[in-house]
């Protein structure tokens, strides 16, 4: 299409073409015009001085002149800016609507933008790169949802192949900080506050977490068959560890879904830190799928005594806080629950985008963020229950009936 500006300068072209033919017929040597170099579409004109006998170089050339002006404004034409067009601005979008489809208020969504902008801006050769709030709501729409990448994309106008690049460097960048901010309380302080929280839940004495298991759907991996889990489907077995308030303040997700929550704790870290002694006289409390430790405690499977009775109750009290905290990460991001599908992706991604959601639902339980939706169950599993040999915290279990429930 020829535009204005370009009629313009053609007019103006073809006068001063005119005038410099009447000029260079008084002079009896002319030297031929050399074929301009790529046209409109290609290299610039040629210089002046390749026109006209007698014009050094340098020299103003009204066709030349034109002629470079003409090639710059077809070049600019002719070229095609990427312009993005920002479908997910924050700023746009009602709270009610944040809340539902991305899980988080306003506030929080630009303060965690804020957090993982020097992470997720990058330079680029283009003349725009994709939003850092672009980027973080593609990946919280993720998470709340477990849509498909080309579902995603198309709401934020990207392709597949840019959308999968947002959700790995937001999920990485979510998972290096939760390395850091979860984490189970280290000074005598934190861990005497963990004591009391619990302690108001039903009075059980010592305990400054819940441990216990849940499975996270994944797409089968070649062979992936020790990620077949006891319904036969394929599954991260994640370690979780809760304080009284619903914070996460441990994780594994390393381990696949044939994994029995006893060796997926025999194996962590966290177990070592106990039997190092580095909780004091701390412990955890389990389920019946857990070995009975002096930092473990776990119900009495068959009570007798009215000890062992308020024991099994007090416990069963405290550890409904890891049910709530279970139901409430996997209802409030869905690509972790089986109603959201499963994650279609290798087992490590899978377990960076758990940790990344374990992070996000701290920062909800701290902020008082509400869950906008019903309860689900966490995964309806529930694992073998312990046979192991003899277990070390008997006496530890005892000295508790008689000191805190006889």
């Known amino acids: 299409m020829i535009t204005p500006e370009i009629n313009s300068l053609l007019s103006m072209l073809k006068t001063a073409n005119l005038r410099e033919e009447n000029q260079s017929i008084s002079h009896?040597?002319?030297?031929?015009?050399?074929p301009e170099r790529g046209g409109m579409h290609g290299a610039a004109p040629a210089s002046c001085a390749t026109h006209v006998v007698g014009k050094s170089f340098g020299e103003d050339c009204e066709v030349c002149a034109l002629m470079e002006l003409l090639w710059a404004l077809e070049y600019d034409r002719l070229r095609t800016e990427r312009v993005f067009r920002d479908r997910l601005d924050p700023l746009d979008v009602s709270d009610a609507h944040l809340l539902r489809d991305y899980r988080l208020p306003r506030h929080e969504i630009l303060q965690l933008c804020e957090e993982l902008g020097l992470k997720l801006s990058r330079p680029t050769?283009?003349?725009?790169?994709i939003p850092v709030h672009t980027q973080v709501m593609l990946a919280l729409r993720f998470f709340a949802s477990g849509s498909f990448q080309s579902v995603l994309g198309d709401t934020a106008?990207?392709?597949?192949?840019?959308?999968?690049?947002?959700?790995?460097?937001?999920?990485?960048?979510?998972?290096?900080?939760?390395?850091?901010?979860?984490k189970m309380p280290a000074s005598q302080q934190d861990i005497t506050h963990n004591k009391q929280e619990f302690c108001a839940v039903a009075g059980f004495p010592s305990v400054i977490g819940v441990v216990d298991c849940t499975h996270v759907p994944i797409r089968g991996p070649r062979n992936g068959h020790t990620y077949l889990n006891k319904k036969k489907k394929y599954s991260l077995n994640v370690q979780v560890v809760t304080d009284g308030k619903m914070r996460i303040i441990s994780f594994n997700a390393r381990f696949p879904g044939s994994m029995c929550n006893s060796y997926v704790w025999r194996e962590s870290q966290l177990r070592k830190q106990f039997t190092d002694g580095r909780f004091g006289d701390s412990v955890l409390l389990g389920d019946s799928s857990f070995p009975l430790e002096p930092f473990l405690m776990t119900p009495v499977r068959r009570p007798k005594t009215t000890?062992?009775?308020?024991?099994?109750?007090?416990?069963?009290?405290?550890?409904?806080?890891?049910?709530?905290?279970?139901?409430?990460?996997?209802?409030?991001?869905?690509?972790?629950?089986?109603?959201?599908?499963?994650?279609?992706?290798?087992?490590?991604?899978?377990?960076?985008?758990?940790?990344?959601?374990?992070?996000?639902?701290?920062?909800?339980?701290?902020?008082?963020?509400?869950?906008?939706?019903?309860?689900?169950?966490?995964?309806?599993?529930?694992?073998?229950?312990?046979?192991?040999?003899?277990?070390?915290?008997?006496?530890?279990?005892?000295?508790?009936?008689?000191?805190a429930f006889s």
């Open 125 to 129: 050769n283009r003349t725009s790169s």
């Open 28 to 34: 009896e040597s002319v030297t031929p015009r050399q």
């Open 157 to 182: 106008g990207l392709s597949q192949a840019s959308t999968s690049r947002v959700l790995n460097d937001v999920t990485s960048a979510l998972f290096q900080k939760a390395r850091i901010e979860i």
């Open 307 to 403: 000890g062992e009775h308020a024991y099994n109750i007090s416990h069963e009290e405290t550890c409904t806080v890891m049910e709530q905290t279970l139901g409430t990460l996997k209802s409030r991001f869905r690509c972790l629950h089986e109603s959201g599908g499963t994650l279609k992706y290798n087992p490590v991604k899978c377990a960076y985008i758990t940790v990344a959601c374990m992070y996000l639902h701290n920062i909800c339980v701290e902020k008082g963020v509400p869950l906008n939706g019903p309860l689900l169950d966490s995964d309806g599993f529930e694992d073998a229950t312990y046979r192991g040999g003899v277990q070390s915290g008997l006496a530890r279990r005892r000295a508790i009936i008689e000191k």
